[in-house]
């Protein structure tokens, strides 16, 4: 490769002589500080050599050593500049961005480095850490094992394969990766922690065997001693239910685990059915759901209002819990605020489980030392990466809450009171808060709605109001007569409550005719003919309107026609992106299973499965039936019940497992 401004060009052996070390050296190391050293010498070499691109390759390892983060990243870019070619400094931006959570740029990263030199085995270990990070085990072992075909001297890998081996109870092939990795173990001199781990792990699980089989002999045998033949016992009868609640702990696990967040999505997502007391006193759980909303902006996640059935419905959409980052609540209704204690639970556990892995995780992410982590930089590590949520709260949702907030910096929680005149910014974006008008028993005064702005849009959330000349003067003000947001995109979240007879009442006195709590049907007309939306989502119905959801839509559409309506239920996705909406595009009959895509609003249609009151929304195509659609909706329903309601016979999720 030529050298610009008259520089020697650099020969294989030059390369070789550069690379060489890092290739089949660097792994032997353990220490920061003699790693930094190692990467000091290399540096001057090349800088010697007059070869750029390894100067700032590095360069930029070091960097990473020393926790700089953004400057090796820049180091990395800069040598990429000189040869995007060069496949090293894809693999130290992997590290880099795996180091910092962002897993999806890690994977990409590391395939890049696989695609231009696929005999690196760092960057399949890489890939192997990512995906044993992310949970999915399968994929983890697969790349471990393809990075031990190209390196079987590496006894990190072996050592973090039968760690995974050992979590997924494959004692056997665990036992096997250890017996590999003491073999190994004198070769790294500079970290004699590797074959403490190796025995450790291999100590536990010969243990955990040699243990069962004696209690499981002497079960058979019994024991002459009455209280300890019980002991004895109960063991060996609960053995299968101790195996199921290991499998689910692991699957509620999932659910906490750290998830990359991909900073381009921006959607919002309605996760809610019905308004009120109604799944408070619900006959069928199935049908009578609260829930909340979800906004996705710049990769931060913003829930809305979390009432009833909230965690459950945001699990349901395929969540994960990690991917809460502000909580804003509008009044102090429980439907509108029941899961907030779920979240701080949620959160709690959340941090404990970081807590319980962080030493393998500061392990996995420094490819180095397993057993000698010191408690401060445990940590020093869990201050960056404890899990913080922000909720913005009103003052009655304060008063009804303050036996369990606290406002103290040491929680995993921030608090933010809110009034109708405060302002913020989360997430690069701009919000107000918007007054509404609602008695919310604790407060009458107290009620907002919120108005976010993007670059393109602005996201208007009513919350529960009623409408008057007050609430008109307020829409006004902060929507219609702010110039920044002219020219922009309006979806409209309004809540409509219901009927009241009273509506009929605008012949004689229009001002007693509105709805008092909510919008109504006639709250809703004004805040229409006021705001002139692009899109607008009725939500906060009474379950009181049962199948009537799809044509108040309809009449409001046909009244209103410059807008598009759509009856709001859970799993109704807005892309600000492209301002589409997510829908059913087309059906897998042999498999039974629905394809999703985006769509624009004209061409989305509403369909409802009356057994459980969802609505389902669908491209109108000449390749979907609406009879294919309604039985494979119903077969979904009638699976997912099957499932929720049969008792779960303790063997069963050992089968599965297995499978």
Same mark, same amino acid.
């Given at each position: ?26 792994k ?5 500080e ?16 007059? %070869? ?8 930029g ?37 795996? +180091? ?5 740029y ?5 395939n ?18 990512v ?9 983890a072992?697969?790349?471990y $094992? ?6 079987? !001297? ?20 665990a ?15 500079d970290?004699?922690?590797?074959? =403490?781990?190796?025995?450790?792990? $291999? @100590?536990?699980?010969e =243990?955990?065997?040699?243990?069962k089989?004696?209690?499981?002999e ?9 209280k ?32 990359s ?9 309605v ?11 619900? !006959?069928?759980y199935?049908i ?13 996640g913003?829930?809305?209002d979390?009432?009833?059935?909230f ?5 349901g ?10 909580v ?12 907030i204690?779920? /979240? ?6 959340c941090?404990?489980? /970081?807590k319980?892995t962080?030493q ?6 420094k490819?180095?030392n397993?057993?000698?982590? $010191? ?5 020093k ?11 913005? *709260? ?17 929680t ?52 529960? =109001?009623?409408w ?9 003000l902060? *929507? ?21 007879d ?7 006195d ?24 692009d899109i607008?989502?009725i939500?906060?119905?009474?379950e009181?309107v049962?199948r009537? +959801?799809?044509e /108040? ?13 759509f009856?709001?239920? *859970? ?5 600000? /992106?492209?301002? =589409? *909406?997510? %829908?059913?595009t087309?059906i ?9 895509g985006?769509?624009?609003? !004209? ?15 669908y ?5 979907l ?18 499932q929720?309601?049969?008792? @779960? ?8 497992s297995?499978?």
């Amino acid at each position: 490769m030529s050298i610009e401004d008259g520089k020697k060009e650099l020969t294989a052996s030059d390369e070789e002589e550069l690379i060489s070390p890092y290739i089949h050296k660097y792994k032997y190391i353990s220490k920061t500080e003699k790693k930094i050293a190692f990467f000091e010498d290399l540096k001057e070499k090349a800088k010697a050599k007059n %070869a750029t691109k390894y100067e700032l390759f590095f360069e930029g390892y070091i960097k990473y050593l020393k926790r700089e983060f953004d400057g090796a990243i820049d180091k990395f870019t800069g040598a990429l500049r000189e040869d995007k070619d060069f496949s090293y400094p894809y693999h130290g931006l992997a590290s880099v961005y795996r +180091r910092l959570g962002e897993y999806n740029y890690a994977i990409g990263f590391y395939n890049t480095v696989t695609s231009l030199n696929d005999d690196f085995s760092q960057s399949w270990e890489g890939l192997g850490r990512v995906y044993d990070a992310l949970g999915k085990d399968d994929k983890a072992i697969e790349h471990y $094992k393809e990075s031990l075909e190209l390196d079987k !001297d590496n006894v990190y890998v072996w050592n973090v394969l039968g760690a995974l081996y050992s979590r997924l109870r494959r004692h056997k092939e665990a036992l096997e990766c250890f017996d590999e990795a003491l073999k190994l173990a004198d070769k790294y001199k500079d970290d004699e922690d590797v074959k =403490t781990f190796a025995l450790n792990y $291999k @100590t536990k699980i010969e =243990t955990q065997g040699s243990n069962k089989d004696i209690v499981k002999e002497e079960c058979k045998t019994g024991s002459p001693d009455e209280k300890r033949s019980q002991l004895v016992k109960l063991l060996c009868k609960t053995e299968n239910i101790e195996g199921a609640m290991a499998l689910k702990e692991k699957h509620f696990s999932k659910f906490l685990k750290a998830v990359s967040k991909n900073k381009e999505d921006l959607y919002f997502q309605v996760l809610r059915r019905w308004n009120s007391y109604t799944p408070i006193i619900a !006959d069928n759980y199935h049908i009578s759901k609260g829930g909340g909303y979800f906004f996705n902006v710049n990769g931060f996640g913003i829930v809305i209002d979390p009432g009833f059935n909230f965690i459950e419905n945001f699990k349901g959409a395929g969540h994960k819990f990690t991917e809460i980052d502000y909580v804003f609540v509008s009044h102090a209704h429980n439907d509108h605020t029941s899961d907030i204690e779920s /979240i701080i639970t949620l959160l709690y556990k959340c941090n404990n489980l /970081i807590k319980d892995t962080l030493q393998a995780e500061i392990t996995k992410n420094k490819d180095s030392n397993f057993k000698g982590v $010191k408690q401060e930089e445990i940590e020093k590590e869990f201050k960056q990466r404890r899990k913080v949520i922000e909720f913005y *709260i009103t003052k009655s949702v304060y008063q009804k809450y303050s036996g369990m907030l606290k406002l103290k910096l040491s929680t995993d929680y921030k608090i933010h009171i809110i009034d109708s005149d405060f302002i913020g910014e989360i997430a690069n974006v701009n919000f107000k808060v918007i007054e509404a008008k609602h008695d919310d028993i604790i407060s009458d005064r107290d009620s907002v709605g919120f108005v976010f702005e993007l670059e393109e849009n602005i996201l208007i959330y009513t919350g529960d =109001t009623g409408w008057n000349e007050d609430i008109e003067g307020e829409y006004r003000l902060k *929507i219609l007569d702010d110039k920044n947001y002219n020219g922009k995109k309006k979806l409209l979240v309004a809540h409509l409550g219901g009927f009241k007879d009273y509506e009929w009442d605008i012949a004689t006195d229009e001002t007693k005719a509105f709805y008092k709590n909510h919008l109504g049907r006639l709250g809703l007309v004004r805040m229409l003919q006021l705001l002139t939306p692009d899109i607008c989502f009725i939500s906060e119905f009474g379950e009181e309107v049962g199948r009537s +959801r799809r044509e /108040i839509a309809k009449i409001f559409g046909e009244v209103f026609p410059r807008t598009f309506f759509f009856p709001a239920d *859970i799993g109704l996705k807005y892309c600000f /992106i492209d301002n =589409t *909406i997510q %829908a059913i595009t087309d059906i897998d009959v042999d498999k039974l299973e629905l394809i999703d895509g985006y769509v624009k609003p !004209d061409d989305v249609k509403v369909t409802e499965l009356y057994k459980d009151s969802s609505l389902h929304y669908y491209e109108a195509n000449d390749s979907l039936t609406i009879e294919d659609l309604c039985n494979v909706l119903r077969e979904d329903y009638e699976r997912k019940t099957t499932q929720k309601d049969s008792t @779960t016979d303790a063997k069963e999720p050992l089968q599965d497992s297995g499978a």
